[in-house]
């Protein structure tokens, strides 16, 4: 696990431990039933703060694999408004409130991080990197951010690198009468074939899960054609501060037409790395191995600086550009 990661994870098992020790160990914390109304606004904000962090521990304790959201904090402490809960949560940890400008996620955060039960690593990031967008659901989920840009990350780009970017806009109309847009869903979504199974099950997905704490969507159908069953998989890359990660700190441009190859030195190896990735294929030649690059047309710029960076000359067809690393003629696919 990633050092920062191992960091965090250690900080937060030794606040928890502190917590319930100073609650009076975790049969008293789980044997009492707690329920919160409005009327605890007027409670000493010790007193308070008491009730809410029992509250979360035995929320966790019964719903174990459930995120920690305000709407499903708040039913189960039996009040009918999440509002009423985000304002006892501000009366109970005034002084570790920041302004709403700095406000990240949900308020439920500050009484996840004073319980010891924040698990994620994203606002311990954003001096880092200023640009990323972060959504409540990255925090109640418990989505991390990579505290650095190593070789890992760099392939990873050169993944999405290859990725349609969507974007899922939706409308409504205000009390004014005005129509407004906004953004529902943006995500990467990634194609894959049978034989890249081996490569999702033991690098695409293990990725995601170490430096993000993401599982990404993985989603398997079969079709035929010509008589022949084909596989086809998609991945999707979804969550709002994972995919602000790449399009905005790495920088990685909406328009494929536009992407070009990131980063210098060695980082840009492994950005190369997760291209052929993606898109090469092994062949054999005159007895040889070789990998052969078929890269879209929409791709034709970033193309063009794989022919310059590789040394092999670009191939243009109908549908696609290739590259061949390696050997030639006589060949056939392995």
């Not at 005034?94 to 302004?99: L, M, R, Y």
């Not at 084909?230 to 536009?258: C, K, M, N, P, Q």
Request: aromatic letters at 12%.
């Amino acid at each position: 696990m990633i050092v920062e990661y191992q960091m965090k994870e250690r900080e937060m098992l030794e606040k928890a431990l502190s917590r319930l020790r100073e609650l009076g160990g975790t049969e008293a914390v789980l044997g009492e039933r707690i329920a919160l109304s409005w009327r605890d606004r007027n409670l000493p904000p010790e007193e308070l703060e008491r009730k809410l962090i029992l509250g979360i521990y035995q929320y966790i304790t019964s719903n174990p694999n459930s995120d920690l959201t305000t709407n499903g904090l708040s039913r189960f402490f039996g009040i009918g408004d999440p509002r009423c809960l985000a304002g006892l949560i501000r009366i109970a940890f005034s002084d570790h409130i920041p302004p709403p400008p700095k406000m990240l996620g949900s308020i439920i955060n500050i009484l996840r991080r004073e319980a010891g039960a924040d698990n994620s690593y994203v606002e311990e990031v954003t001096h880092k990197y200023p640009g990323l967008k972060i959504g409540h659901r990255d925090i109640t989920g418990d989505i991390r951010i990579p505290p650095r840009i190593d070789g890992e990350v760099a392939r990873s780009a050169g993944w999405l690198t290859t990725a349609p970017y969507v974007e899922v806009h939706r409308r409504y109309v205000t009390r004014n009468g005005l129509e407004r847009v906004y953004i529902g869903r943006q995500y990467y979504e990634l194609s894959f074939k049978r034989r890249d199974l081996p490569f999702l099950e033991l690098e695409f997905i293990p990725f995601f899960e170490e430096y993000f704490n993401y599982p990404p969507p993985v989603e398997t159908c079969t079709y035929e054609k010509y008589g022949t069953k084909i596989w086809g998989i998609s991945g999707y890359i979804a969550h709002r501060s994972v995919v602000s990660f790449y399009r905005d700190v790495l920088g990685i441009e909406e328009r494929r037409e536009e992407r070009t190859i990131l980063f210098d030195g060695e980082l840009r190896r492994y950005f190369i790395a997760g291209l052929i990735d993606m898109w090469g294929s092994i062949y054999s030649g005159r007895g040889k191995p070789f990998i052969k690059l078929y890269a879209p047309l929409k791709f034709k710029r970033i193309a063009e600086e794989l022919e310059e960076e590789l040394g092999h000359n670009l191939m243009i067809y109908p549908q696609y550009f290739t590259i061949n690393l390696g050997g030639g003629g006589g060949w056939s696919r392995s």
